[in-house]
């Protein structure tokens, strides 16, 4: 049996996806979803605003795959409905073009034009509920679903900044956000690259979907 699906609140958060799945025995499933982020949606993700630094609003743009594995452990009388648990891993690569000022030591200040990268390798499990409620037609509740991302982040200057302009953005980060509540530790060489940096996640949605 095929199921196919696609998140119903995502769009708001500005990404679009859909997942096949199908059965391979008569309880378990491989699936992969599919996903496109085109801009940051209803949340305006703030950029850097502080005393070196200051930067437009980022608007990340890229895709994301996560192939899944589930266990229906609910015995129902169509396959691969009721309670499942599984596993799934994430895979993500966006970019977005930084523009803004920075101020160096000597009081210069410098046009920022940098384009960056994140890629995103992540892994965890997951608890959700599978509801019938139309003949073929399914609601999927994705309930929980804790787990680890590693991210690494890529920078590419197009105007020429100074090399100090990386400690200070190292510094800005690491008080950015989630960042800054997680104690992440950003180290950014004069490349403009990073090591990988990893951050908790939490999966969770709501897809509607039809079988076959």
């Given at each position: 049996?095929?199921?196919?699906?696609?998140?119903?609140?995502?769009?708001?958060?500005?990404?679009?996806?859909?997942?096949?799945?199908?059965?391979?025995?008569?309880?378990?499933?491989?699936?992969?979803?599919m996903?496109?982020?085109?801009?940051?949606?209803?949340?305006?993700?703030?950029?850097?605003?502080g005393?070196?630094?200051?930067?437009?609003?980022?608007?990340?743009?890229g895709?994301?795959?996560?192939?899944?594995?589930?266990?229906?452990?609910?015995?129902?009388?169509?396959?691969?409905?009721?309670?499942?648990?599984?596993?799934?891993?994430?895979?993500?690569?966006?970019?977005?073009?930084?523009?803004?000022?920075y101020?160096?030591?000597?009081?210069t200040?410098?046009?920022?034009?940098?384009?960056?990268?994140?890629?995103?390798?992540?892994?965890?499990?997951?608890?959700?509920?599978?509801?019938?409620?139309?003949?073929?037609?399914?609601v999927?509740?994705?309930?929980?679903g804790?787990?680890?991302?590693?991210?690494?982040?890529?920078?590419?200057?197009?105007?020429?900044?100074?090399?100090?302009?990386?400690?200070d953005?190292s510094?800005?980060?690491?008080?950015?956000?989630?960042?800054?509540?997680?104690?992440?530790?950003?180290?950014?060489?004069?490349?403009?690259?990073?090591?990988?940096?990893?951050?908790?996640a939490?999966?969770?949605?709501?897809?509607?979907?039809?079988?076959?």
């Amino acid at each position: 049996m095929n199921h196919v699906s696609a998140d119903i609140f995502l769009p708001v958060f500005g990404t679009a996806q859909f997942q096949y799945e199908r059965g391979f025995n008569k309880n378990m499933t491989a699936s992969l979803s599919m996903g496109g982020k085109f801009s940051s949606g209803i949340f305006r993700v703030e950029g850097i605003d502080g005393n070196r630094i200051m930067t437009d609003d980022f608007n990340f743009k890229g895709f994301k795959l996560i192939p899944e594995f589930r266990w229906y452990v609910q015995k129902t009388s169509t396959p691969y409905y009721g309670f499942y648990v599984g596993a799934y891993a994430k895979f993500q690569r966006t970019k977005d073009e930084i523009k803004g000022i920075y101020i160096a030591e000597d009081e210069t200040q410098h046009e920022l034009q940098i384009d960056a990268k994140i890629r995103t390798f992540g892994y965890g499990l997951q608890v959700g509920y599978k509801l019938e409620v139309y003949k073929s037609f399914f609601v999927d509740f994705i309930i929980f679903g804790p787990g680890l991302t590693f991210n690494t982040f890529e920078l590419k200057e197009k105007v020429p900044v100074p090399e100090a302009f990386y400690d200070d953005l190292s510094e800005a980060l690491s008080n950015y956000g989630i960042f800054e509540q997680w104690g992440a530790d950003f180290e950014i060489n004069p490349n403009g690259e990073t090591e990988r940096i990893a951050l908790p996640a939490l999966r969770y949605g709501i897809k509607v979907g039809y079988s076959f």
